[in-house]
T-cell receptor, first 114, second 109 residues
Framework: DAGVIQSPRHEVTEMGQEVTLRCKPI?????LFWYRQTMMRGLELLIY????????DSGMPEDRFSAKMPNASFSTLKIQPSEPRDSAVYFC????????????FGPGTRLTVL | RKEVEQDPGPFNVPEGATVAFNCTYS??????FFWYRQDCRKEPKLLMS???SGNEDGRFTAQLNRASQYISLLIRDSKLSDSATYLC??????????FGKGTTLSVSS
């Protein structure tokens, strides 16, 4: 069975550019999460969706970040404009039974903003 | 105070050793608890849930102390393949999982 799929796996961009990260959750899972991981701050929740509806976006750093989930099998996280401090690994995760269940993580997108 | 705190380590132990990791959480309303494992440059993976009565999975034992807001993970007979970062994870009702920054374990031969 396919796990959570993320693309691209690596992204190098210049400050000010728009970055779009993509995620396909495991089929049948109804909750989707975006996390960001850095050495300094560890894993931080950015936003999570339940049945395609954003439930908690309090972790989204600022207006430069936006996330969408137009259907049950696809989500995007967009950063516009990107800044060097956005450099991190961005993970998407999904689960069937909400946040109380174990999360299945994708392989992550390693973003470097120069 | 951070929501979930762990000793970052690293813990350097020989094969066959027993090692224990501790984690404290700040919100007494937390309801679900987990340990995740993360290998270098990989995604986190669920290792085990932590139940109030304590639970065991092979060489791994997890315990929860709600009164002290404390979670532990014990690894017996350490293997080289246990080398990883272990993340303590806590959930409050209606919110997503909150991750600790992790404890790094290095098992050597």
């Amino acid at each position: 069975d396919a796990g959570v799929i993320q693309s691209p796996r690596h992204e190098v961009t210049e400050m000010g550019q728009e970055v779009t990260l993509r995620c396909k959750p495991i089929s049948g899972h109804n909750s989707l999460f975006w996390y960001r991981q850095t050495m300094m701050r560890g894993l931080e929740l950015l936003i999570y969706f339940n049945n395609n509806v954003p439930i908690d976006d309090s972790g989204m750093p600022e207006d430069r970040f936006s996330a969408k989930m137009p259907n049950a099998s696809f989500s995007t996280l967009k950063i516009q404009p990107s800044e060097p401090r956005d450099s991190a690994v961005y993970f998407c995760a999904s689960t069937l039974a909400g946040p109380v269940a174990g999360l299945f993580f994708g392989p992550g997108t390693r973003l470097t903003v120069l | 105070r951070k929501e979930v705190e762990q000793d970052p380590g690293p813990f350097n132990v020989p094969e066959g050793a027993t090692v224990a990791f501790n984690c404290t959480y700040s919100n007494s309303a937390s309801q679900s608890f987990f340990w995740y494992r993360q290998d270098c440059r990989k995604e986190p993976k669920l290792l085990m849930s932590v139940y109030s009565s304590g639970n065991e999975d092979g060489r791994f034992t997890a315990q929860l102390n709600r009164a002290s807001q404390y979670i532990s993970l014990l690894i017996r007979d350490s293997k080289l393949s246990d080398s990883a970062t272990y993340l303590c994870v806590v959930n409050q009702a209606g919110t997503a999982l909150i991750f600790g920054k992790g404890t790094t374990l290095s098992v050597s031969s």
